[in-house]
């Protein structure tokens, strides 16, 4: 994705960043704010003023008997989770990927998985927004509620965020069991596993009826960090650097994915250990692909998941990425992808380079038939007609958005096709 904007600005202050909006719209540009380009969409692609995050990071307060930390917008979750662990802190839950900026995750809906705990924005407990005009909006759950409910996860529809409240409490210990299965055996049990465990996930490897299962579960501990050998073998050699090869290969000779698979499936072995959360939760990924993700109502997850593994076994894809299954609970923000309902996520992922369109399409038909919600940063081909019918407070953001926006200084190509004009 490419962008050619009239000036880039990097900001350090949130009076700084307020000036560049009142410029760009005194001039009639448009304004997008950019993360660290994790996003597969064109988001954050504009032909105006493109602001940078680097200079606006770092966190401003922390606030011990709330149980809050205020960072800038655009600090990488990997710097903030670092930083909160030096003070003895840490989110309930996140991705397992932290290469993102705060508002790059939370304005695109990154979550991780979890029974009890959502996504990152709803842990937010306050923002700072800045509006079309310039003028700047604080916003929480007392003070402008109306804005806090929709600008969690906002697209940068609704103005630029500067700094973000999050709830935090302090550092837990999460013990990780990694085990594989069968794949009839996780779906056969899905319910209960994931009733039975804090996160549960899992993926599972097509051509093969191999799946590799993660649960972590709060422990009392003492901690037991992966040894460093183990660690550096199975997330950097196996995950990334045999991986790339492996993917490689299959790029350049397709017929040998399969085969490839199903021994990659039978070399899984389990392992467990206790660390920290963002230990825990994260990992390296360093392997190049295009990815689209589905939230399904959960209750359709098994249903949908056996339809995608026999349209593979059908079709003539040749498919090396694993594909990966989450849960969240039901949310309160009106574009989250668990607004209103329990949800499983199904990602799917193709080798950077793979002929990925046909795979994609045909895994999108399937989640629509279930009232799938795309990923809001990930490859998708729906637009705003069929997303009103799947959001059911889709018209009270656009409304807000009609507010708060009218002239559309933060609009864009891809904000158009997801929301409407």
Sequence with gaps: MTASPVRTVAPSTTEGLAEVVRRAAADGLRVKAAGTGHSFTAAAVTDGVLIRPDRLTGIRSVDRAAGTVTVAAGTPL????????????????????????????????????????????????GLELVLADGSVLRCSPDENPEVFAAARLGLGALGVLTEITFAVEPEFLLTAREEPMTFDRVTGGFDQLVAENEHFEFYWFPHTDGCNTKRNNRSAGPARPLPRMRGWIDDELLSNGVFQAVCS????????????????????????????PFKVFTSPRRVRFLEMEYAIPRAALVPALRELKAMVERSRFKVSFPVEVRTAPADDIPL???????????????????????????????????????????????????????????????????????????GNDYLRRVLGD
């Design 78 to 125: 990997k710097e903030l989770n670092t930083a909160l662990a030096a003070q003895g802190l840490s989110l309930t839950n996140m991705g397992d990927i932290t290469e993102q900026t705060v508002s790059g995750a939370v304005s695109t809906g990154t979550h991780g998985t979890g029974r009890d705990s959502a996504a990152i924005a709803a842990q937010i407990r």
């Design 249 to 276: 290969l299959g790029r350049a000779v397709p017929a040998t994915v399969p085969g490839v698979a199903r021994v990659s499936s039978r070399a899984l072995s389990a392992r467990t250990y206790t660390d920290i």
């Design 336 to 410: 989250s992808t668990a607004s209103g309902r329990e949800s499983a996520y199904v990602a799917v992922h193709m080798y950077r380079g793979t002929p990925h369109e046909g795979y994609f399409s045909a895994v999108e038909r399937i989640m629509t038939a279930h009232e799938g919600r795309p990923h809001w940063g990930k490859l998708h081909s729906r637009d705003a007609g069929h997303l009103a019918e799947v959001y059911p407070r889709f018209g009270e953001f656009t409304a807000l958005r009609d507010r708060l926006d009218p002239d559309r200084v933060f």
